[in-house]
């Protein structure tokens, strides 16, 4: 009776553990330093008791300790992968708005920040949290949170290794996302080349006028003026990158087997 409890409920029971708590550690909103740990792991088993009781499979409990600390370690690496990719498409707005703050000077205006443990520009900032409030409002977590649930039928406990076609995947998906980024920002970066153009001409025309000094408040202005234009459209851009993460976190689920 012991055993057989063991076995289906306790086993599967820590193995779910293993990959919620991994995928909860790097999640945007619940991976800052900001938020207790002893919180984290509450809410990660939370989770996995309320998973556990819906899970149905069987498990072999293995011979060796060996073959234990490798089943929770596939899980603990499968649960930072899938973390991670969500990060990373959250991450992309980061890397606009860096790149918008870099080309318009305000780097220097950057500050440290104990929740992301480094320095974060102005722009940046405001982008992440702009993209993480936009994803919450829309329901996102909850169809990340399914798609978790569902992980465990397409990703089984004791089912193979990552395959070679999720690594191929998910390096496409990180090229995909640096462009992205870069794509997001492109807008604001045309325009600021536009105006070192003109400040150059002006610069030969009327060599009197110290460009660096008129320059660098006029890109502040400029860059900030864009960026209120583009707010408004901002949001059928989140959405069109958010449903993009929706379909690759399925498709490395599905090619993980391999």
């Not at 707005?93 to 703050?101: C, V």
């Not at 025309?205 to 408004?232: E, M």
Request: glycine content about 8%; aromatic content about 16%; overall charge negative.
């Amino acid at each position: 009776m012991t055993e057989a409890y063991y076995l289906n409920f306790w086993f599967p029971f820590l193995l779910i553990f293993a990959r919620i708590a991994a995928f909860v550690s790097v999640l945007p909103f619940w991976g800052w330093r900001g938020i207790p740990i002893a919180l984290r792991l509450f809410f990660a088993l939370v989770l996995a008791v309320t998973l556990t009781f819906s899970w149905e499979g069987q498990l072999t409990l293995p011979v060796h300790d060996q073959g234990l600390l490798f089943l929770l370690g596939k899980e603990i690496l499968t649960g930072l992968v899938l973390g991670f990719l969500v990060y990373l498409f959250l991450s992309a707005f980061l890397m606009a708005g860096q790149l918008m703050d870099h080309q318009a000077g305000l780097m220097m205006a950057g500050a440290f920040d104990p929740l992301f443990s480094g320095q974060v520009t102005i722009l940046g900032q405001f982008f992440y949290f702009l993209a993480v409030v936009f994803y919450l409002s829309i329901n996102g977590h909850h169809l990340l949170f399914l798609s978790l649930r569902e992980s465990f039928t397409v990703i089984p406990l004791t089912g193979p290794f990552v395959s070679s076609p999720v690594i191929w995947r998910y390096l496409q998906t990180c090229s995909a996302v640096f462009l992205l980024a870069f794509q997001i920002a492109a807008p604001v970066i045309i325009v600021l080349w536009l105006l070192d153009i003109a400040l150059g001409l002006l610069s030969k025309a009327v060599p009197q006028i110290h460009v660096f000094i008129v320059g660098l408040p006029l890109k502040v202005a400029l860059v900030l003026l864009v960026f209120l234009l583009l707010l408004p459209l901002l949001g059928g851009v989140m959405e069109d990158v958010f449903a993009v993460l929706a379909r690759d976190f399925l498709l490395i689920m599905e090619n993980w087997p391999g």
